[in-house]
């Protein structure tokens, strides 16, 4: 019998291997581990370079880790905090769902429709080769967008609801870009927790 009220969907795409689970967290676990975070989290704005310019990046973060190791991107290294018992809770229920044993989160806070996070891949050297992200939504739906790196006509979206766990495997990230791009509707704030491996 299924742990989930509706069944897991496997995005169907050329090069990569996403799996969607609507209902990963019910709608009050969700507000629950949401008003935790948002309020516990110490949340930071970090400088980003892209391209030769720099700028403040269009949301909060904040790093958790089991191993001390730091995490980099986009010429912004990152150490991590230990986890706190919400987070080490979520990070058990993630791991249950994925049997993948993650070390590090990565936290988003997305604090209105301004806030995004632009066309990318986790393709960071401390994440090896093909690896594994589970990124859990909490607050505010937000649209969440695919692109085939070979063929950008090639393209997914989807609404990523709170209380919902997206995994992205295999060559995901080796061959495809995603985003969260800002939107000019009035919504509430999204918390995003991003989990994966750093060696």
């Not at 169907?12 to 967290?25: A, K, M, N, R, V």
């Not at 994925?98 to 429709?113: A, E, K, P, Q, V």
């Amino acid at each position: 019998m299924s742990l989930f009220s509706s069944e897991p969907y496997n995005l169907d795409i050329p090069d990569g291997d996403i799996t969607y689970y609507e209902d990963f967290l019910s709608k009050e676990e969700a507000l629950h581990f949401y008003n935790i975070l948002y309020k516990e989290t110490p949340w930071q704005q970090d400088d980003i370079t892209v391209f030769g310019k720099t700028y403040a990046q269009p949301r909060l973060t904040a790093l958790y880790g089991n191993n001390g190791k730091p995490y980099s991107y986009s010429n912004i290294t990152m150490h991590p905090l230990e986890f706190t018992f919400a987070l080490s809770e979520i990070k058990k229920r993630v791991e249950a769902v994925t049997g993948i044993i993650f070390s590090t989160c990565l936290l988003n806070l997305y604090r209105d429709g301004n806030d995004s996070n632009g066309w990318h891949s986790d393709n960071e050297k401390e994440l090896g080769k093909n690896p594994a992200i589970a990124s859990v939504s909490l607050g505010a739906p937000r649209a969440f967008k695919l692109r085939y790196k070979k063929d950008h006509s090639i393209n997914k979206k989807l609404v990523l609801d709170s209380g919902s766990l997206l995994l992205m495997k295999g060559a995901t990230q080796e061959c495809w870009q995603h985003t969260v791009p800002k939107t000019a509707k009035k919504v509430m704030p999204r918390i995003n927790l991003t989990f994966r491996i750093v060696k």
